[in-house]
DNA sequence: GTGTTGACTCTCC
DNA sequence: GGGAGAGCCAACA
């Protein structure tokens, strides 16, 4: 199993109703500091339309709660409109829509 | 085989 | 406490 799938695994796993960071994900893959692997995985979810709907990519978020998405197929209004229908609030903090992650974040084990 | 590229995170100052 | 810079690591070209 390569790094990708591991990734994909990992964010499967993850509740409905819960997000994890970038971090997390790459943690529980085994490689603490590839967060940014763990989002070019995420971005290539743009290239299989099927792995899109199987993974819940939308919980996944960066360390501060923010939406850092820079996809055009996968939006960050898209992404926030996805977790609120999880149940997770969001709030506007200057432009950018953060969620609250101490609530929501999601622990394995 | 080497250099570049990221939807990140940590550590200083 | 907040911002800037450096580090990280796997996939591509």
Redesign the pocket.
Known sequence: M???EQVYQTVKRIPRGKVA????V?ALCG?P????????A?????QSPQLMKTIP??R?V???GYI????HT?TADM?KRMLEKEGIDFKKNSELWQLDLKKCIWKSH
């Open positions: 390569n790094f990708f960071s970038y971090g997390l790459a490689s500091r590839a967060a940014r692997q763990v989002g070019w995420l971005h290539q979810l743009d990519w939308h996944v960066n360390s501060k850092s998405t820079t996809c996968h992404q």
